[in-house]
């Protein structure tokens, strides 16, 4: 008997991220710094691709999963195992096939020799959250204009010299290479991360041009990591009416932000300290 061989794994290529919110996939390019709102088949396809799973046309609406069988992507028909299957059930279609091919060749989906790592995050109940007017997180705490306030300037302006003229895929690349893996990261106290907030607040007001969430969390993250701290970029979205916000997340609270975010948005992005499957 011949062994059973397995299906070739799926990853996003490293600059796609993907979330479900309610009942479909948001995807993220960041090359492109755009989100798509994937319609349900298409998401059903994609999650199959990673997860190793395949949902049948017949069963989509009883929400019933399959594993992927050997020969799935060939036009070679694969043995039925199971007696409720049709063959029709065990491999994709050819407009799927086709599909399949197309992410390949757009650089969003790759084969790789083993399973897709990260865990997607899913909100299919979620309502969302309110419309964010975020501002910065100002507290009545004096901070006189010091080096430490000029370095984080210095950072801050790294930040939106990245966002503005290399784009959004290079800063997050920047947010990854700075995680030193070697090294173990602390969590550091409440009052530390305020302190660190109120410092990055001030080089805020200096700043010339207003700071927005995304520039602020990066900006964050980044001065955390040279302090040896576990802090992560996090980026949520919502469908009905579509929204996106950034914030920094420790030890699995909001710094300096509403606590609602991580239960309301659908996770699309975090890293530097990107979440694995469990």
Not at 193 to 213: Q, S, W
Not at 273 to 278: A, G, H, Q, S
């Given at each position: ?219 964050f993250v980044l001065l955390a990591l040279k302090r040896k701290w576990k802090c992560n970029l996090e ?12 914030w920094v997340e420790c030890d699995r609270k909001v710094v300096m932000d509403s606590q609602d975010l991580r239960e309301g948005l659908a996770i699309i992005l975090n890293e530097p ?6």
């Open positions: 008997m011949k062994p059973n061989k397995k299906p070739m794994p799926y990853h996003l290529r490293d600059h796609i991220y993907i979330t479900q919110f309610r009942e479909e996939l948001i995807l993220l390019d960041t090359k492109k710094d755009k989100y798509t709102i994937c319609f349900k088949h298409f998401s059903d396809l994609l999650v199959a691709l990673l997860e190793g799973k395949k949902i049948s046309s017949e069963d989509i609406l009883e929400g019933k999963q399959f594993p992927l069988v050997d020969g799935l992507l060939t036009e070679k028909r694969p043995p039925i195992k199971d007696e409720h299957l049709s063959s029709s059930d065990l491999q994709f279609s050819s407009t799927d096939l086709a599909t399949i091919q197309e992410l390949i060749d757009e650089s969003i989906l790759e084969k790789k020799d083993t399973p897709y790592p990260f865990q997607i995050d899913r909100k299919v109940d979620s309502d969302g959250v309110s419309n964010v007017d975020w501002s910065l997180p100002l507290e009545n705490k004096k901070v006189p204009l010091n080096l430490e306030v000029l370095k984080t300037l210095m950072t801050l302006l790294q930040i939106n010299f990245y966002i503005k003229v290399r784009g959004f895929y290079p800063t997050v690349q920047l947010i990854k290479k700075s995680r030193e893996n070697q090294l173990n990261y602390i969590i550091p106290q409440d009052e530390e991360l305020r302190d660190l907030a109120n410092v990055l607040n001030k080089a805020c007001l200096i700043y010339p041009t207003r700071t927005k969430c995304l520039e602020w969390a990066m900006t980026v949520g979205v919502q469908n009905y009416p579509f929204m996106a916000h950034a300290f990107r979440k694995l499957k469990m």
